[in-house]
Structure formats: C-alpha cells, structure tokens
C-alpha cells in the first residue's frame, strides 16, 4: 500500500520521464526534417531528372547538391534569378543542364562537366560570345548541343529585328570553329556544309559586341559624336566655322557624278 509520499514520489518521476521524451534529440530534429521535407516538395524528381523550376532563386540552393548531385543526369534551373551557377560542381555526372530564363551575364563561369553533352542558356544576357565558347570548349569537352537563343550574343532575328539571316549565319560558323563537335546549334541541325565552312572561315566571322549606350557628359545630356569629315578640327564646329588651307587626300574622278549617266561614249 502506498503512502502519500510514495505516491508523490511516483507522481514525480513519471512527470520527468515524460520531459526527457519530449526533450529527446528525435524530437529537437524535427524542425530541420521539415525545413528539408519542404524544399524537397519544390523539386520536381524523375528518377535522374532534376527540375528546380520558377522560384526566383539567385544562386543554386545549397540542399540540391547535397541531395541530388551525385546521381543527376539532368538538371533544369529555368525561369529562376540565377547570376551565378556557384554549386554546380557538386553535380559531377550531369549530362544535361538547362538555364533558360536567367539573368547569367558575360562573368558566368561552369565547373568541369566531363559528361555534360546538352546545354541551354536561352533568354539569358549573355553579349561576349567568343568568351563563352572559349569557357565552354575548355570545361565541356563533350557537348554537342547548345542553344544561345534570346541572348543579344546570338543575333536571332526573332528577337534582333536588326539582324538579318546572313548575320545569324555568320553567328553559327564561329560557333562552329570554337566548338566543331557541336552536332545541334540553337533550333537547327548541323550540316556538313555549315563544319566545312566553319573550319575555312569561321575564325574571320566574329559576332560584334553591341554597342554600349552613349555616355553623358556633366550637364547630363548625351554626348553624340560628330560625324567624320576630312576637314581639320579647328573648322568642324558649326558655330564656330572658319575657312582653312590644307592638302586633302582624297580625289574626286567624277564616276560617281549624276551627270555622267547621260553622257554617251561617242560623245565624250
């Protein structure tokens, strides 16, 4: 028969088992095993097929390399705010690596991708387009399809109204001489023309860079520069003109007078 102090005493130690099972590490880990629970709910996971897709994002979240890099054969980061593409190198197997819809600039750096074969960065705002090649032909060895669409680096007509289809050409045959084993360019099948042409005169087609914006001076208003003219400097300013004597090397031979086209040979 208990007393009232057993009793007490047996009130007491039953209370402190329950305190060390709601104090118990199982418990205090719970917390962490939601946070992970809930980013892998945005991840969408096709047995090696990686989709991290529109979560505005600006670098690569730490918990999918350390979840899923070791066995990811593709990865898609696209619609997301990517700067960088830091962490990368923890997806040493990927094959495939699509980045569509990012913000990656002119600075965008890869780890080696031994294996890596498929790579898009369309809609990105990459302008060097010899800088990438040569990044891409060092740390992709094996890449055969890559697709630049959307990029002023790639001068598409679709989204350069200024360019033309000889402009875009000429884009692909120096992509084709940095990189000759590309087998699919943007929206179209390598031929073996394009690889021959590229090899012969690829390296003399570079992409010019756009233009920079015109700087302004101090009162804030855009500096345009005057357009060229033979005549020295003291004599190029409108409002300040005055007549000079100087030797000029140009000569005018008339061939190009109006004239000229109505003047026949007999009656010259």
Same mark, same amino acid.
């Given at each position: ?10 009130? *007491? ?49 730490? +918990? ?20 960088? *593409? ?8 990927? #094959? ?26 369309? $809609? ?7 800088? *990438? ?18 990029? #002023?680096?790639?001068? %598409? ?46 390296? +003399? ?5 756009? $233009? ?34 100087? $030797? ?16 026949? %040979?007999?009656?010259?």
């Amino acid at each position: 028969m208990l007393t009232a102090a057993g009793f007490l005493n047996r009130t *007491l130690d039953i209370n402190s088992e329950r305190i060390l099972k709601t104090q118990s590490p199982s418990s205090s880990c719970q917390p962490q095993e939601k946070v992970m629970a809930h980013n892998e709910s945005l991840v969408a996971l096709n047995g090696t097929q990686i989709s991290y897709i529109g979560h505005d994002c600006k670098d690569i979240p730490d +918990f999918l390399g350390d979840a899923y890099g070791q066995f990811a054969r593709r990865l898609d980061l696209s619609f997301n705010q990517l700067r960088s *593409l830091a962490g990368l190198e923890l997806f040493s197997e990927l #094959e495939e690596l699509v980045v569509d819809n990012n913000l990656l600039e002119n600075d965008l750096r890869l780890p080696r991708l031994p294996n890596l074969h498929t790579l898009t960065l369309n $809609k990105n705002q990459l302008t060097d387009i010899e800088a *990438l090649l040569e990044h891409l032909a060092d740390v992709t060895p094996s890449l055969e399809y890559l697709s630049l669409l959307g990029n #002023e680096a790639c001068p %598409n007509q679709l989204v350069s109204p200024d360019k033309d289809e000889d402009d875009y050409q000429r884009y692909r045959y120096f992509v084709l001489h940095k990189l000759p084993q590309l087998k699919f360019l943007d929206t179209r099948k390598v031929s073996k023309k394009e690889v021959m042409e590229a090899q012969a005169r690829g390296a +003399f087609m570079k992409v010019v860079k756009p $233009k920079l914006e015109a700087p302004t001076n101090e009162a804030g208003s855009e500096s345009h520069p005057l357009p060229y003219t033979p005549l020295p400097q003291g004599s190029r300013d409108a409002k300040n003109h005055k007549g000079v004597f100087a $030797k000029c090397r140009y000569i005018y031979y008339g061939k190009h007078s109006e004239g000229n086209r109505f003047i026949r %040979n007999d009656q010259l």
